[in-house]
């Protein structure tokens, strides 16, 4: 008897056992029976981007990550903001350090291509069908078609226009304290800079842009942007240089150094009289943000990427100059048919090979595409840092939320334009329709840097120590360019010649 009780008693253990591990036990410590289930813990994106943190940013996001939650994704954001000026820098290191960084800023004339040849940037087709179907359908299929490299989406495009809305910061009420009309173009600018020097000895007429990751914002490679009578433009190959350009749309590739009557040399020696006459900054070049001067009062005129004054530019202004006002002055060609663009993108979002989660990534980029999240990660909280006006437009209540969209989330169909006047409104939507350009017939067009990558590389090194000196006017192109043409001559021919064969083999398909 003693035996049955033991051999049962063990029987019973054995299958309290068995119960417990196959989890068919109720859990003692839940009074409702059921089984305890941890939530995953959610997963930390961590993105870099050029700028600055805004005050309100943490409320923002914040907000954000409840929104997501609420969607089912159950994802943290970590942003990492740089300084514009040491974001190539910083970076370039981390992606070939291998840091775990999940989405990154990059754009053409910063390290784009570069970056995608070595290999650091994940190819973005699959991931894109299977979790981004919302990022695909904000785009138009032009901006899609002209920006893949290699015939693969390895990054993606953020624009909302088919060419960059370009034009010049001017102090409107320095121009109206001594009578000058609103300025209608490039020639009476110029006239009101040199009023500027005699009338206002402790405020500077210009600046441009005069570091390397700025020089198609230095003095003279900017006049390029208004050049709608001859469409002037960069190469694939030297995409942040005007040292070798197309003209006009007949797929011709022009070098700077064999043609002395190029507009550009003409662009470089105005800018040298511009220098030498105190018009321009004299320490141009050694200014790391150009613009700095200008929001501090110190300058009357500065180019900028955009059609509009926003109000950050205008409170920065006042806490200087309480007096202060910017206006635009912009010479862009708004007839239809007179500008050419290759749809393709000046800035892009990518996902690094060494990220650990590439899934949610884009699955956080295809619910920041979304109309409701755009808004609110592109302006803020709706009536407590802007408020909608009608489907497209907006106004901007403070400046405490201010964080530009363009970096990490832009897309065309959802940005908003900020009410203003009839015709800054009527630029942005005539920059946004496709239908106003006349394609370029190199779009699509990549260059293949690999036969001529040692050539580029040190014409790359020599261009460095020339070229913002020359395009601000800084040193005398009477000299300059013949040094310059000495050093780095060969090898700008070497690129010249390769880009043009590729080109000629592109158009003969």
């Known amino acids: ?293 200008g929001m501090a009062g110190q300058v009357a005129i500065f180019p900028t990427g955009s059609f509009y004054v926003g109000e950050l530019a205008q409170e920065t202004l006042k806490e200087h100059a309480p007096e202060g006002e910017w206006e635009i002055a912009t010479f862009f060609d708004d007839v239809p048919g007179a500008n050419i663009s290759d749809f393709s993108q000046w800035n892009f979002i990518a996902v690094p090979v060494a990220s650990k989660h590439k899934e949610e990534a884009i699955r956080f980029l295809n619910w920041a595409n979304e109309k409701p999240n755009y808004d609110l990660l592109a302006y803020g909280i709706q009536g407590t840092h802007w408020e909608p006006v009608g489907d497209d437009k907006f106004n901007q209540r403070n400046t405490r939320y201010n964080q530009s969209a363009f970096v990490w989330i832009w897309n065309p169909e959802d940005e908003r334009i900020l009410e203003s006047d009839a015709r800054t409104e009527r630029l942005w939507r005539f920059i946004r329709d496709a239908d106003n350009f006349v394609p370029d017939i190199l779009t699509g067009f990549e260059f293949d840097s690999t036969p001529v990558q040692a050539e580029l590389d040190r014409f790359n090194r020599i261009e460095a120590k020339y070229y913002t000196p020359l395009f601000n006017g800084v040193l005398d192109p009477d000299y300059a360019w013949s040094q310059f043409e000495a050093e780095a001559g060969q090898a700008l021919e070497a690129i010249e010649e390769e880009l043009q064969r590729q080109v000629d083999a592109f158009l003969s398909r």
């Open 1 to 293: 008897m003693k035996h049955t009780v033991l051999r049962r008693i063990r029987i019973l253990t054995i299958l309290l056992s068995v119960l417990l591990l196959a989890g068919c036990l109720p859990d003692s410590g839940r009074q409702d029976g059921s089984s305890r289930t941890e939530p995953p813990p959610p997963v930390t994106l961590k993105i870099m981007v050029p700028g600055e943190r805004s005050s309100d940013f943490d409320l923002v996001i914040r907000e954000a990550e409840r929104r997501l939650a609420d969607s089912g994704i159950s994802i943290k954001l970590q942003m990492e903001f740089v300084p514009w000026n040491d974001f190539g820098t910083r970076s370039q290191v981390a992606l070939s350090s291998g840091e775990e960084i999940d989405l990154i800023f990059d754009a053409p004339w910063l390290h784009l291509n570069e970056m995608i040849a070595s290999g650091y940037y994940e190819p973005l087709d699959v991931l894109l069908k299977q979790y981004g179907p919302t990022i695909i359908a904000k785009r138009p299929h032009q901006m899609w078609d002209a920006n893949r490299f290699r015939g693969h989406v390895m990054a993606i495009p953020l624009g909302v226009s088919h060419v960059m809305s370009h034009s010049y910061f001017v102090r409107k009420d320095i121009r109206e304290k001594h009578g000058v009309p609103p300025i209608k173009n490039y020639e009476e600018m110029i006239r009101f800079a040199y009023i500027v020097k005699e009338k206002e000895p402790d405020l500077v007429p210009l600046i441009a842009g005069g570091t390397r990751s700025q020089q198609l914002y230095s003095q003279a490679a900017f006049r390029h942007y208004h050049d709608s009578a001859s469409h002037l433009r960069p190469t694939q190959a030297l995409d942040s240089s005007l040292m070798l350009y197309y003209q006009h749309n007949n797929g011709k590739v022009h070098n700077v150094f064999k043609e002395l009557d190029s507009p550009v040399r003409k662009w470089v020696e105005e800018a040298r009289i511009l220098y030498t006459d105190g018009i321009i900054h004299k320490d141009v070049l050694g200014i790391k943000d150009f613009q700095e001067p």
